[in-house]
């Protein structure tokens, strides 16, 4: 049955067609109907594919379906095949899985809308995107679906383009990731020049079999990274990920948490022998990762709007991703990622159920005590904050302590991973400290609450509080199939199924004492950080207000996110905007129209004095006509 | 007996195409030209093809040209329409003809040493309706499409000026 | 046996009378006619050419070429059948409206 995975991403695709063409003619209720079920079509199929994948000897990876030979120049070749191994089956049930989900949550989310077709549209289209991009075989293809998600990410950002904010954030995500993809695209001609071919597993042999120096691996590995920060969202090329909670929340959850920006994740798996080999741009990795995960974290802190708070949370948990990635423990990496995707899109939903009631009210400062007003939202977020705070025995837990053990373990080779280590254990602080200072100011302490709001406060319908339910389940137990090494290798199911791509070279031990030790330090961490936003925003609320008075430029540079907005705006978005205009002045006024006019001008006088010979005689041209031949008869016979 | 039927039909063909080109009458120029199409089916059967000789007779000098008197009929120009009398053009056309007929005999001069093959030809109507059905297949069923495209086409044009 | 250049030569005159007779004449009519004294003469060649080379495909083409032409027919009539109705006039002198 494995063999019809080729289907997965085109089902989507199909619908998307028949969306773009005829969704106006189509009622509300089909439109919904086969938006689902074509994602969860695309679902099913997936999950037949990878439970295939579990029956297939391993020697058979991956499967590969070749649809037809793309481009073809000479010795470059393009191929447009999809690729099914257990690295795409992850990515592809998260897309399908959590992207169903999030597609039913939005019937009732959106319900009311005007664009209500064109949201499915391109819900639908981001879809097969993503499916493209975690099924491509080849990295340009792979590279068309990370542009596709792309071009979504903006039309969802800017969907209520009327409001200038949201046109504004779709240009500014547009713009920051073409600066990514440049280095993306780098990347993949560096590897075309070097190997070859850009197919993974032409990649994977021509590494493996030494064809590329290590200087030219950190090279290539770095420029694929600077797409990863991008799309991604980390140090420097964050900046636009807060912004693009303009969109809808339903688009939040599925595009800018759970799937889309952890694509740069998936691409570093993907080329995970590449950044075995060149252990400097591992490094390069965990640190950006660890970086972004603290310094995210600390702007999380300090927001007011809860979905900029997610957007920061969502940059810094992806930043663990990278840590994992970057220390050599891919499956790990992908372990976060898999839950990330559960818990953070279940934060998201729940946060736009909390704007639902609240009539779209976004700013914490506003709400407090909803606890008793949301009987539903209440427990799943709760189950979401604890599960991304890394308490023990939810999802997060086991993710993020399989990165940071992995880190320390690492820590045998350099101090260096220490240091990262001490990053992530610092940030999982942070972490704890900003979801529970959440949850506090949201949900418990005295009301904020508009008058005008109060009165329409209400409970999301069932089609949204039942994907809350679902969701906040596999928060919980989607853990469960990837259990610490300590209690037994068997039990990481995870780590096993993704063996076969993910090589993991350099085999870490840990004495079972410091792996225990280690969980201990995670789960106290996890506990700190809730105490101390518990003591902060319920026990003695003036501690914050105090520390904010006491530190006043920490508080405002971390207010005000640390000005990186501003500075990216003077020293790059100014200074192009000038040199354009002076460009534009200059040259595509003078030279370029100059050209153009010219053209025109030549092209009509050339005109006018054909058409003398244009009498519009049948017979004139009869008569040119016959001449032609003899001409041409002469032609050929002297 | 052969070479005598060959030159009588040419002589006749050639000399209703010269008739249509002198005579001014629509009505006459359509006769002489069902006269050539007639005389040419002579030659088709003088070449071995009895199967096109019928067909060029049904269909050219029949319906085809009865399309033509249709047509003749309902424009109804009773003055008729002069060939050319400017002398430039006579002497042009006589100039491009003359050169046209050299160029083209000497450009077909390599098929005059082609044999005459005494084989006989399997070109009877079973032959050709075999390979109209077997080697031709496709080519045949396009051109039904054509020519209904072009029976349709003709009615929308004719009748599309009518409701106005 | 007539040679096949008797065929041939006589194959070439009636097409060059019919371009002639395309260029001298001036209703549309009778030009349309000398088109289909053009086509005839290059089915002429084809059979002649599908004798000497002891085949039928050439009477096949021969075939296809009188079915088209008698698409082209129809069609082309019906277009002058128009122009007359709208210009009362059939002289291809008086039809210029491509005039640049």
């Known amino acids: 049955m494995t063999e019809i995975f080729w289907l997965i991403p085109f089902i989507p695709a199909a619908s998307t067609l028949i969306l773009a063409v005829f969704g106006k003619k189509l009622p509300k209720k089909y439109v919904s109907f086969q938006a689902c079920f074509a994602v969860f079509a695309s679902f099913v199929i997936s999950a037949i594919s990878a439970v295939g994948l579990l029956q297939t000897a391993h020697g058979n990876y991956p499967l590969v379906k070749n649809l037809f030979s793309w481009i073809q120049a000479g010795s470059f070749q393009v191929n447009l095949s999809l690729m099914f191994d257990p690295l795409s089956a992850v990515m592809a049930l998260v897309v399908s899985g959590v992207g169903f989900i999030i597609h039913v949550y939005s019937v009732g989310y959106m319900a009311d809308d005007e664009g209500y077709t064109r949201y499915f549209t391109y819900l639908n289209l981001f879809t097969f995107s993503m499916l493209i991009l975690v099924m491509a075989s080849n990295l340009v293809l792979m590279f068309v679906g990370w542009e596709g998600v792309g071009l979504c990410s903006y039309l969802l950002i800017g969907f209520w383009f009327e409001k200038h904010s949201a046109a504004n954030a779709g240009k500014k995500a547009f713009i920051v990731n073409r600066i990514g993809d440049t280095g993306f695209l780098l990347g993949i001609l560096f590897i075309f020049i070097h190997i070859g071919s850009a197919e993974f597993t032409a990649i994977n042999e021509a590494i493996s079999g030494g064809a590329i120096s290590v200087g030219l691996a950190t090279l290539i590995a770095i420029l694929l990274f600077v797409g990863a920060t991008g799309k991604s969202a980390q140090i420097p090329l964050y900046v636009w990920l807060p912004d693009a909670m303009e969109g809808p929340t339903p688009v939040s959850a599925l595009i800018h948490a759970a799937t889309m920006v952890t694509a740069g994740v998936y691409m570093v798996c993907r080329m995970n022998l590449l950044y075995t080999l060149s252990e400097t741009a591992a490094q390069v990795v965990a640190l950006v990762g660890a970086i972004t995960a603290v310094y995210a974290a600390t702007m999380a802190l300090t927001q007011n709007d809860i979905k900029r708070v997610l957007a920061y949370s969502t940059i810094s948990q992806i930043g663990y991703m990278f840590i994992g990635c970057g220390v050599g423990a891919y499956a790990a990496g992908m372990f976060h990622l898999y839950t990330h995707a559960f818990f953070k899109s279940l934060l998201f939903l729940a946060a736009g159920s909390i704007m639902h009631a609240l009539s779209g009210e976004i700013n914490m400062k506003k709400m407090g005590g909803l606890r008793k007003y949301l009987p539903l939202t209440y427990p799943t977020f709760l189950i979401g904050a604890i599960a991304i705070a890394g308490v023990p025995f939810f999802s997060g837990f086991f993710s993020k302590d399989a990165i940071l053990t992995r880190a320390f373990a690492q820590g045998q080779y350099s101090a260096f991973y220490y240091f990262i280590w001490g990053l992530g254990i610092m940030g999982a602080v942070l972490t704890a400290l900003y979801m529970f200072r959440l949850v506090f100011l949201t949900f418990h302490g005295e009301e904020r609450l508009d008058p005008e709001v109060k009165k329409h406060i209400h409970e999301s319908p069932k089609v949204m509080t039942i994907p809350l339910v679902i969701l906040a389940f596999f928060s919980v137990g989607a853990g469960y199939i990837g259990l610490p090494v300590v209690l037994g290798k068997k039990l990481n199911f995870f780590g096993k199924f993704l063996e076969p791509v993910i090589k993991e070279v350099k085999e870490v031990h840990l004495s079972i004492q410091t792996e225990w030790m280690l969980i201990a330090i995670a789960t106290f961490v996890a506990f700190l950080g809730i105490f101390i936003a518990y003591v902060f925003y319920i026990r003695s609320p003036l501690i914050p207000r105090n520390l904010a008075t006491r530190f006043p430029t920490i508080y405002k540079l971390m207010f005000n996110k640390y000005y990186v907005d501003e500075i990216y705006n003077a020293v790059f978005v100014k200074p192009t905007i000038k040199w354009s205009k002076i460009i534009y002045d200059n040259f595509d006024l003078k030279v370029i129209d100059g050209a153009v006019n010219g053209t025109a001008t030549a092209t009509g006088f050339a005109g006018k004095i054909l058409s003398y010979f244009q009498s519009g005689l049948i017979k004139d041209y009869g008569l040119i006509f016959l001449l032609g031949v003899i001409i041409f008869l002469a032609y050929l016979l002297f | 007996m052969g070479y005598f039927l060959f030159f009588l039909l040419a002589a006749l063909t050639v000399g209703a195409v010269l008739g249509m080109i002198i005579s001014k009458n629509q009505a006459y120029n359509a006769i002489f030209l069902i006269l050539a199409f007639a005389c040419m089916g002579g030659l088709f059967a003088l070449l071995e093809a009895p199967f096109i000789a019928v067909v060029q007779i049904i269909i050219y000098a029949g319906a085809i040209m009865v399309l033509f008197i249709f047509v003749v009929m309902m424009i109804n120009v009773r003055s008729g329409i002069p060939a050319e009398k400017k002398k430039w053009t006579i002497y042009l056309s006589l100039v491009i003809a003359v050169v046209l007929i050299i160029e083209l005999i000497l450009s077909i001069k390599g098929a005059f040493t082609l044999p005459v093959s005494t084989a006989i030809i399997k070109a009877g109507p079973t032959d050709l309706g075999r390979l109209l059905f077997t080697k031709y297949l496709y080519h045949f069923e396009i051109t039904s499409i054509l020519i209904i495209a072009a029976l349709v086409g003709a009615i929308v044009l004719v009748k599309k000026k009518e409701k106005e | ?100």
């Open chain 3, 1 to 100: 046996m007539i040679p096949t250049n008797y065929f041939l030569i006589l194959s070439v005159v009636l097409f060059v009378l019919g371009a002639i007779a395309f260029f001298v004449k001036r209703d549309l009519v009778t030009q349309f006619m000398s088109i289909e004294i053009m086509l005839n003469a290059a089915n002429l060649a084809f059979i002649t050419l599908a004798r000497s080379a002891n085949s039928a495909d050439g009477q096949i083409i021969v075939f296809f070429i009188i079915t088209v032409a008698a698409a082209e027919a129809a069609i082309g009539l019906a277009i002058i059948l128009l122009i007359f109705r709208q210009k009362k006039t059939i002289k291809s002198e008086d039809i210029k409206l491509m005039k640049g």
